[in-house]
């Protein structure tokens, strides 16, 4: 925390003090680079590990058996597939069962997400191991609950960030390419939304004012995204990163993680509740969602913002990034009505719509979700 302590300030109630400080939050270590994960053993003795407990998917758990024999004889929870209440207290079940000191989320955001879950829970350590680059969620402390229908249902955080993240890199290399694209959705959105928050003297999600580097990472993870994606896109194509492979994998998951955790999320991020309760959507990812909120967050800013759009849309062309709800699976009859209830369900639900500069009522959002909509023939 970066704040005075004076004595006649003590007595302040915390959310004031909250409000006049600069809040900083990030993981204990993170550790990136092809190969990584061989590096696991030796990390868990110099973390003093006692009994981790490994949670994936059973695809995820042959992967890291493969990598790693010794892992066959681990104490495993093998992930359901949904970040569900339901789910997350089966982990916890399995931690205080086995008196487990330290949780290993391993794959993707909701198999991360579950072990954050269980550790808010039990209070054990958090390591986590991404093998897939479309989300920051193995930086943050915060976990996305969804239900059984894949609906976002809540947000439960935890008290500090994991304690580690391990990014082979070699191994996200040869996830699937939509994956990665992704993940690129969602880092290039915290510059704008960051602004955002900062113009309305926001707070982040420490509840405390951003720190001035935090405007220097969301420039550098917006920069390394635009300059370097198409390179390391071909590092995607042959399964093996590359030097431009590493720093946009850097991007979109450290940088991108720690800019919207302390410098706080708008529009492309509120819009998610919408997006999530729509059937035809549900086949999106998370940062195509994202990408196509950011689209929304500059439309809703309008004249100004039309030089980001002119940029972006040549950028989301060439990844393959939706700049429609038709690009998600919606059926082009269907997109007004269904502006209509995204719109209603963010303005009623997100609280991060107050991070916009002025007041957006549902009317205004469902206009600029058709509009962006309309963007693919622009």
């Known amino acids: 925390m970066i704040c005075g302590d004076r004595g006649g300030e003590r007595n302040l109630k ?16 993170y550790v990136q680079g092809p190969g990584v994960l061989a590096l696991l053993p030796s990390l868990l003795r110099e973390f003093e590990v006692r009994k981790p407990l490994w949670l994936a998917d059973r695809f995820v758990q042959g992967l890291l ?7 066959l004889a681990a104490n495993w929870h093998t992930f359901q597939g949904e970040c569900t209440a339901a789910e997350v207290d089966a982990v916890t079940r399995t931690v205080e069962a086995l008196d487990c000191d330290v949780i290993i989320g391993v794959g993707g955001g909701k198999a991360i997400d579950a072990a954050k879950g269980a550790q808010i829970a039990t209070r054990a350590r958090l390591f986590t191991v991404p093998t897939v680059a479309s989300t920051d969620a193995p ?16 947000l439960r955080t935890m008290r500090s960030n994991p304690d580690l993240v391990v990014v082979d890199s070699a191994i996200l290399a ?6 990665m694209v992704a993940g690129l959705g969602s ?9 955002h928050c900062k113009s309305v003297n926001g707070v982040n999600f420490y509840q405390g004012r951003p720190a001035h580097v ?14 370097d994606t198409e390179e390391a896109l071909q590092a995607v194509a042959r399964g093996r990163p590359n030097a431009a492979f590493e720093r946009v994998l850097e991007a979109s998951m450290l940088l991108s993680g720690l800019a919207f955790e302390n410098g706080g999320l708008s ?16 086949g999106s990812l998370t940062g195509e969602r994202v990408a196509f909120g950011l689209m929304v967050q500059l439309i809703l800013e309008g004249d100004a913002a039309r030089p980001h759009i002119d940029r972006l849309l040549p950028y989301y062309r060439m990844t393959g990034l939706p700049t429609s709800l038709e690009a998600m699976g919606m059926a082009r009859h269907r997109v007004p009505a269904a502006a209509r209830h995204i719109a209603l369900v963010s303005v009623a639900r997100s609280t991060l719509l107050k991070n916009f500069p002025r007041p957006i009522d549902t009317a205004q959002l469902a206009a600029a979700i058709q509009a962006a909509s309309g963007l693919a023939c622009a």
């Open 14 to 29: 915390s959310s004031l003090a909250a409000a006049t400080c600069r809040i900083f939050g990030s993981p204990g270590r």
């Open 65 to 71: 058996c493969e990598q790693l024999p010794l892992l």
């Open 139 to 154: 930086i943050s402390r915060m976990a996305i609950l969804h239900t059984e229908d894949h609906r976002v249902e809540e």
């Open 174 to 179: 040869r996830a699937p390419r939509r994956y």
């Open 187 to 195: 880092a290039l959105s915290k510059r704008f939304e960051m602004a």
């Open 214 to 227: 935090v405007t220097l990472l969301g420039e550098a993870c917006f920069d390394t995204v635009m300059a």
């Open 267 to 282: 529009v492309a991020h509120a819009l998610q509740l919408g997006l999530s309760v729509v059937p035809d959507l549900q």
